[in-house]
């Protein structure tokens, strides 16, 4: 099985609503990201969890909130997102091994806040 | 912050030419991935090339790697209209605890059947 799975695939909410975006990887991998994407605009990084431990935020607004249960499932928890959050929100899994190893990527939530 | 440059922004030629996409890049690093995206959708890896490599091939994929330069291009050979998709090159810093893998622009590259 080399797929993560995120849900939902799409999501519409409104700036008072809190809602999760969930992911979810059986490879055996232990670091996690967490990926925004506007139109035409490259992944911009927003998290990344290794061995289910918080290790990069950059400096990402509080409304946005990681949490990592398990090695194999990362959320991602939205409250009073403001209407320029809407983007597409990409999950992805690695080895995390020194050196580097590819990424593999969900399909995203395509998130738009009315 | 996107460390990563590619040209062109978009590229546009016939199916079974070649195309050839460069990025660049500005810090040390310890590889150097490619990754397709077609439109809406979720990334998929192409290609990866460590610091200590000068060039590898895959299939119809050709990666070089300058790290003199802080470049790096991709070489698509016989394309077809299905490779159609933006292309972006990422770099990957590793930090003490988990890797960060930061993307480049990206091409959006159309293969006109």
């Known amino acids: 099985d080399t797929e993560v799975t995120q849900t939902p695939k799409h999501l519409v909410m409104g700036m008072t609503n809190k809602k999760s975006l969930k992911c979810e990887q059986h490879?055996?991998?232990?670091?996690m990201y967490w990926y925004k994407q506007k139109a035409k605009k490259p992944p911009e990084l927003m998290f990344v969890?290794?061995?289910?431990?918080?290790?990069i935020n950059e400096s990402v607004p509080s409304r946005f909130s990681p949490e990592c249960p398990n090695s194999s499932l990362l959320n991602l928890h939205l409250h009073a997102l403001q209407p320029e959050d809407s983007a597409l929100y990409l999950c992805?899994?690695?080895?995390?091994?020194?050196?580097?190893?590819?990424?593999?990527f969900g399909q995203g939530t395509r998130l738009t806040v009315v | 912050s996107q460390q990563g440059e590619e040209d062109p922004q978009a590229l546009s030629i016939q199916e079974g030419e070649n195309a050839t996409m460069n990025c660049s890049y500005k810090?040390?690093?310890?590889?150097l991935q490619w990754y397709r995206q077609n439109s809406g959708r979720g990334l998929v890896h192409l290609i990866l090339?460590?610091?200590?490599?000068r060039e590898k091939h895959s299939g119809r994929l050709r990666v070089t790697l300058d790290t003199s330069k802080k470049s790096s291009s991709l070489l698509i050979t016989a394309s077809r209209a299905a490779d159609t998709a933006s292309y972006f090159c990422?770099?990957?810093?590793?930090?003490?605890?988990?890797?960060?893998?930061?993307f480049g622009e990206g091409t959006q590259l159309t293969v006109n059947p």
């Open positions: 992805a899994s690695s080895h995390g091994r020194v050196g580097g190893t590819e990424a593999f």
């Open positions: 990422a770099t990957d810093e590793v930090e003490t605890s988990g890797s960060r893998l930061t």
């Open positions: 490879m055996g991998h232990r670091a």
């Open positions: 969890y290794s061995y289910e431990k918080l290790s």
């Open positions: 810090t040390s690093i310890n590889n």
């Open positions: 090339i460590r610091s200590n490599e």
